[in-house]
């Protein structure tokens, strides 16, 4: 047997989560899967996907401004704190080039997959979510965007309120809004979003569905703490509702981050949770692989939207996708990310401290890749926004992160796609400069 062939089988193997590989030391049997909990009850979702008909249509609007500005890239000498990806040195740009070099190479790679996925992928997905998830319940999309838009589609007709998470991220509010949905705002705290007024929120609406990020939420950092995690379940499934679970920075724990919460899908067995996760945040913008879990009849309408749109995702990309995470590259790349990443954080934050005391950081997180200060009280954002600008440093003022009015100043600061702690030290000095333009 060839050395390739072995090697291809090994990729394989670790990608079903049968063996681990450990540099230096060879492939070993993986632990045994626990056994699969008992199924749960999903016949609420037949009442809860034929409610179509109650909503009032509302105005369509595309808004991609709040998206545009973590993806369009600054000028040259603009130092980037206002970037939603890890900056090239930290991106795996060998690892990834070796897996589509192999991918390229596989048999049928240039074929048509399955419209759901390739079956080993989407098992994988399934053994990261955990639970009983199996990969019978996942699909794979085009990213994490995609995956929330065919979500909302699903999930809530024109006209309908989602709820969402205040303040929440800029790009799920602009699915929300071309799709004709009506977002409102359930406030978070460091601890996540607040179980009594989630439930207010449900019963004030009667929406179909609730939008969070309950690990480093986006913008804030928030973790949604261990006893609101049942609550938000149990409101949910007593409104008839769905959770859209957005596990969009998993890969992104820092070092000194403890044992991470599992996802709220691998604890609910009767289809509350649209799950949504992705491989883009750790590895490259345009690796643009991710996955939908969920159980129930919901999933044949997921599935039935993502064909609409989309048809499936490219082969090749789901077989490097494949040979990534089966390579022994991965997890050094991942554990190499998570001590880079706390660097980063512990450098901007005490930059901050030093030059900008005056902004209020209520929260340091464990994982994700960005900082949620709050402004001095009547700050104008645009205006500091674009003083930074011209100052050299490339910021994301607050405001877009609100469907409603936002109850003080605030800006996002990405410490994942400047070049290094360097970088960083002069980026909050350039910012210092800034508001001593604006703040006077």
Sequence with gaps: ???????????????????????????????????????????????????????????????????LVSLAAPPPGVIEFNGGYLHPSLQP????????SRAGRRPGAWGRPPMEGLPELREWFARGIGGS??????LVTAGGQSALTTALRALAPPGAPVLVESPTYPGMLAIARAAGLRPVPVPVDPDGVKPALLADAFRATGAPAFVCQPLFQNPTGAVLAPERRDEVLRIAREAGAFVVEDDFVRRLVHEDAGPLPRPLAADDPDGVVVHVCSLTKATSPSFRVSALAARGPVLERLRAIQVVDTFFVPRPLQEAA??????????????????????????????????????????????????????????????????????????????????????????????????????????????RAACDEVLG
């Design 93 to 100: 740009e060998r690892a990834m080039a070796a897996a589509l």
């Design 133 to 138: 998830f199996t990969a019978a319940e996942v």
């Design 322 to 431: 494949l040979e990534l995470v089966g390579s022994p590259a991965w997890p050094r790349h991942l554990r190499a990310v998570s001590a880079e990443l706390r660097a980063r954080r512990d450098a901007m934050t005490a930059a901050l401290a030093l030059h900008l005391p005056e902004l209020v950081l209520p929260h340091v997180p464990s994982g994700g890749y960005h900082l949620w200060p709050r402004l001095p009280d009547g700050t104008d954002e645009p205006a500091l926004t674009s003083a930074a600008l011209r100052a050299g440093v490339a910021i994301t003022p607050g405001r877009p992160y609100f469907s409603a009015e936002p109850p003080a100043a605030h800006v996002r600061l990405s410490f994942a796609a400047v070049a290094g702690t360097g970088e960083i030290a002069e980026g909050v000095r350039r910012l």
């Design 1 to 67: 047997m060839s050395p390739v062939t072995v090697s291809r089988a090994l990729a394989q193997l670790a990608a079903e989560g049968l063996v681990v590989t450990r540099p230096g030391a060879g492939a070993f049997r993986a632990p045994a899967r626990t056994a699969p909990a008992p199924a749960g009850d999903t016949s609420w979702q037949e009442v809860a996907l034929s409610a179509d008909g109650a909503a009032d249509l509302v105005p369509r609007s595309v808004d991609a401004s709040g998206v």
